[in-house]
Antibody
Framework: EIQLLESGGGLVQPGGSLRLSCAAS????????MNWVRQAPGKGLEWVAA????????KYADSVKGRFFISRDNTKNSMDLQMNSLRVDDTAFYYC???????????????WGQGTLVTVSS | DIVMTQSPLSLPVTPGEPASISCRSS???????????LDWYLQKPGRSPQLLIF???NRASGVPDRFSGSGSGTDYTLKISRVEAEDAGVYYC?????????FGQGTKLEIK
C-alpha cells in the first residue's frame, strides 16, 4: 500500500522555524517528484513547493520563496520542508503528495498524506 | 499565475440527483503535446484530498463511473450522474500546466 506520513507540525511563534517531514512507503520513492501543499483552516488548497526525483531541481510558491527549503533523502524515502521566518499566515495543514505517473508527461497529485498542522501564533 | 475559478461555491444536492461543477482557467490548459492539464480532487470532511479526475476527463483508479470530467480550452466541468451520500465534501479543480500549480476556490457539495 502506498503511504505518505507527515510529521513535525506544532505551535511556533512568529519568526520561528519548524521542520516538517514526510515518510514514504509502498512505492519507488526516488522515481517521483514530490510536493508540499497547504491548507489554512477552513480555506482552500495552496501549492507550496516541489522537488525533483534526484533533488536537483526545486520549485517554490512566491509566498514562501526565500523562507522555506524543500529537500529529500532517497536512501531514507523521506522528504523535508524546512520553514524559517514563519508568519501567522503560514498557519495551515501541510500535506505531502506525490506526482503520480498516470499517462505521458501528466503528473497529478496522488496520493496525499494525512497532513500535519502548523500553527504560528504568539 | 493561472487563476482557476469554480462555480458554484456551494451545491446542495438530493441523493439520486445529478450535480455539475464548473471550473474556468485564465488561460488554456491544452498543452502543445495535446494533453489537458486539468485535475479534479475531492476532500471529504476531515480527510485529505484525493484524486478524482486527471487529464480533464480520465477517472483515477477506484473512482466510480458516475463521476465524469469534460471540457477544453479554459472551460471544464465535473459531473456526477447520480449523487450519493458519500460524495459529500469539497471539490477542487487544479491546473498542472504551469508552476505554480493553482487550485480553484473549492465547491462544497452538501447532501440534502
Amino acid at each position: 500500500e502506498i503511504q505518505l506520513l507527515e510529521s513535525g507540525g506544532g505551535l511556533v511563534q512568529p519568526g520561528g522555524s519548524l521542520r516538517l517531514s514526510c515518510a514514504a512507503s509502498g512505492f519507488t520513492f526516488k522515481s517521483y517528484w514530490m510536493n508540499w501543499v497547504r491548507q489554512a483552516p477552513g480555506k482552500g488548497l495552496e501549492w507550496v513547493a516541489a522537488i525533483k526525483e534526484d533533488g536537483s531541481d526545486r520549485k517554490y510558491a512566491d509566498s514562501v520563496k526565500g523562507r522555506f527549503f524543500i529537500s529529500r533523502d532517497n536512501t531514507k524515502n523521506s522528504m523535508d520542508l524546512q520553514m524559517n521566518s514563519l508568519r501567522v499566515d503560514d498557519t495551515a495543514f501541510y500535506y505531502c503528495t506525490r506526482e503520480a505517473h498516470v499517462q505521458g508527461p501528466v503528473r497529478p497529485f496522488d496520493p496525499w498524506g494525512q497532513g500535519t498542522l502548523v500553527t504560528v501564533s504568539s | 499565475d493561472i487563476v482557476m475559478t469554480q462555480s458554484p461555491l456551494s451545491l446542495p444536492v438530493t441523493p439520486g440527483e445529478p450535480a455539475s461543477i464548473s471550473c474556468r482557467s485564465s488561460q488554456s490548459l491544452l498543452h502543445s503535446n495535446g494533453y489537458i492539464y486539468l485535475d479534479w480532487y475531492l476532500q471529504k470532511p476531515g480527510r485529505s484530498p484525493q484524486l478524482l479526475i486527471f487529464l480533464g476527463s480520465n477517472r483515477a483508479s477506484g473512482v466510480p463511473d458516475r463521476f465524469s470530467g469534460s471540457g477544453s480550452g479554459t472551460d471544464y466541468t465535473l459531473k456526477i450522474s447520480r449523487v450519493e451520500a458519500e460524495d459529500a465534501g469539497v471539490y477542487y479543480c487544479m491546473q498542472a500546466l504551469q508552476v505554480p500549480r493553482t487550485f480553484g476556490q473549492g465547491t462544497k457539495l452538501e447532501i440534502k
